[in-house]
């Protein structure tokens, strides 16, 4: 005899089993309890998809409703591409070492939701924001030595002209990409282009700085001075979420293939449920 209880806690599913205590019933539960895991995220996945038209990114966290200015942003991205193409030249002097500015960029979109979102509209065409657990930005590093200043200041106005005229895919991403040029020796210039959906004036000296930080920060083998950043999918679920329903549990026990307690454990006449085990998803599913 099973006991199992579900529940939500801070926003993840707990499931909580109690079972005889016979020999070899732990091992049997636990293999019960990651079939269980497995198709509840199988689950999880099948019902969002069944509401996009697009297929949504494998790597997805999270799903979460685009605010109503990224909802607008997104629909007039369409009909003009590069309105919302946002860039930021900067000037770095002294010694740069593009591989560890590199991967500081990563950790400060590792670090940061908003950085990792994708948008697509379901099929009633709202649009959602899909986070991603990984989504790394394009990196370039291009040389541009031996110039005069006025044709490296016209070099870099072209460069950044065609990047605006690259548009982003909005679907499936990266909505930023980074070009670190050398124009000298201890003279480099960054240009980040993003798609204003995943940032604006305020976030953008939030994130240089970090970047500037972690980037120190590795040079000098220490811990980045930063405060945790806030949850993208905290926020916007205190905020624009709808109350979810149940549905996605529907049907989740029937007709699955679980192993049976009776099948690899001896008979026990004892009804007591004296063993306990719990399991916790830790990796959030794609639900609303």
């Not at 972690?214 to 040079?219: N, Q």
Request: aromatic share 6%; with cysteine; charged share 25%.
């Amino acid at each position: 005899m099973l006991e199992l209880n579900a529940g939500v806690i801070s926003g993840e599913l707990r499931l909580e089993v109690n079972f005889p205590g016979r020999p070899g019933a732990r091992d049997v539960v636990l293999q019960w309890l990651d079939s269980l895991t497995r198709t509840i995220v199988t689950l999880a996945h099948e019902a969002q998809q069944s509401r996009f038209s697009g297929k949504l990114p494998e790597n997805c966290v999270q799903i979460l409703p685009a605010t109503p200015a990224q909802t607008a942003i997104y629909w007039h991205s369409h009909r003009l591409t590069s309105t919302y193409h946002d860039q930021l030249l900067l000037s770095l002097s002294g010694r740069v070492d593009s591989d560890q500015l590199r991967e500081a960029f990563l950790e400060v979109v590792a670090a940061h939701e908003a950085l990792r979102c994708v948008f697509q509209p379901d099929v009633a065409e709202r649009v959602h924001q899909v986070i991603l657990e990984e989504l790394t930005p394009e990196w370039r590093v291009l040389d541009l030595p031996g110039h005069l200043q006025v044709e490296i200041d016209a070099d870099i106005l072209d460069l950044a002209a065609a990047d605006r005229a690259e548009s982003f895919d909005l679907a499936k991403g990266p909505l930023q990409r980074v070009h670190l040029i050398r124009v000298g020796d201890g003279d480099y210039r960054l240009l980040w282009s993003c798609h204003h959906l995943i940032t604006d004036g305020w976030s953008v000296s939030v994130i240089i700085e970090e970047l500037l930080e972690r980037y120190a920060a590795r040079i000098e083998r220490r811990p980045p001075l930063l405060t945790p950043a806030a949850s993208l999918s905290d926020v916007l679920r205190s905020r624009v979420v709808p109350p979810g329903s149940g549905e996605w549990l529907d049907g989740l026990l029937v007709g699955g293939d679980f192993p049976r307690l009776e099948d690899a454990t001896v008979a026990c006449d004892d009804p007591t449920l004296p063993r306990q085990l719990t399991v916790q998803l830790k990796k959030p599913l794609c639900l609303f």
